[in-house]
């Protein structure tokens, strides 16, 4: 059974770090991309950061550039978004989800999302 499970969220200041988890369970997630998402209350989900399947290429939302970075650690099968430098309206849930067939430059445009994780609430707040 394909599972995703995000970790990692909390409550921090303006200008604090967090680095979320996304832990692929049921099958080699190294084979495909991952991507994260985030939702803020009343507001649309929006992709936040894609990591490629062979871990070529990366790709952010401008809002988080600078600021964000994705990596894989094939041997944990998991998918980490650091995020530093954070500001209140990073303030989401944040979700990751594969694709078994889109390719990251379907993410930002609503074309992805196979299987996805629960979510985890990021929360920063002075």
């Known amino acids: 059974q394909v599972q995703l499970m995000e970790s990692g969220g909390g409550l921090v200041q303006p200008g604090e770090s ?4 996304c832990r692929a369970r049921g099958f080699n997630s190294g084979n495909f991309p991952i991507a994260w998402f ?3 209350p009343g507001k649309e989900r929006e992709g936040v950061s894609c990591i490629s399947s062979r871990d070529r290429d990366t790709f952010y939302a401008d809002s988080v550039k600078g600021r964000f970075t994705i990596s894989r650690d094939r041997s944990e099968n998991t998918v980490y978004l650091q995020m ?4 209140p309206e990073d303030s989401a849930v944040y979700y990751c989800a594969t694709d078994f067939e889109a390719r990251c430059t379907y993410y930002s445009a609503g074309a992805f999302g196979d299987y996805w ?9 002075s």
């Open 38 to 40: 985030r939702q803020a």
């Open 18 to 21: 967090l680095r979320l988890s």
């Open 117 to 125: 994780g629960q979510g985890t609430q990021v929360t920063v707040s």
């Open 84 to 87: 530093n430098n954070l500001k």
